[in-house]
């Protein structure tokens, strides 16, 4: 019979399934956990039509919006137990944006996170929501609407066995998903002043795929936005531990193509209006995460 722990590794390495997706003999009793069933309900959300009139032509004949997302980031947005459902707080939070703006369907396309900003330029994707930290390098190419505020947290087996420092993890083996800033800006800098004692560097497509590396043990820590990393200790079964303060926090932006600044300025509109009716807490508290809530809602937020 297999330990907990590796059960646990066979369900995080199962192919197009999430860390929260897998069965309940590693996770506890829900399948696959969806928020907290004892906050206060959602309300519902009634169309604006001066929003609708802002939308893309394009987007008013379909009638819905094609988001991007890349579905292994519980609880922002992952797959459920059927491997195929997108679920998680960002995609009820932008289900309700939809709502907001007038559409039937927000239809939700799981893709490679490091593909999703190049799809909205190319116009496969009307938009892109996936956790992306908001910078200058982003605002360069695409519009982002602020929405929520995370950090960076890091994560080691319980107890921290390899004595991991984040701030000295020369020598360490350290997970991370490929394309976030965890990847592309923060570790970069560590990895230089490590001088000769490298950071043995290991980058996963999906962020399902480097927590499971970290409980099999094959790597020593991992970083990445605070919220994933507090869910994920959640649903470790006491097998991951958070690692250190949380630091960097900064806002997520919903892409939006470049020359669609009214169809941003009409998200950003949609965000305030929850925001005012209580919908945007009550989504957020759902999923636990409340303490990331913004109190006001731009198109290309300056950044430092």
Known sequence: MKSRRFALLACLSAAALTFTAC?????????????????DPIPAVSANPDLTAKLPESVRNANKIVVGTDATYAPNEFLDADGKTVIGVQVELFDAVGAKLGVEEVEWQP?????????????????GMSSFTINERR???????SYFDAGTQWATPAGNPNDVDPDNPCGKT?????????????????????????????????????????VSGRADAMLADSPIIAYAVKQSDGQLDALGDIYDAAPYGIVVPKDQTEFANAIAEALAELEADGTYEAILAKWGVEDGAIGEFEVDPSVS
């Open 139 to 145: 605002l360069e190419q695409v519009h982002m609407v």
């Open 111 to 127: 893709s490679g996170f490091d593909t999703i900003i190049t799809g909205v330029q190319g116009k496969k994707f009307d938009a």
């Open 23 to 39: 069965g309940s003999d590693s996770l506890g009793d829900s399948a696959t956990p969806q928020g907290n069933d004892t906050a």
């Open 174 to 214: 350290v997970a991370v998903q490929t394309g976030t800033i965890q990847d592309e800006d923060d570790l970069p800098v560590r990895q230089e002043a490590c001088g000769d004692n490298k950071i043995n560097i290991l980058q996963f497509e999906g962020q399902d795929q480097a927590t499971a590396a970290v």
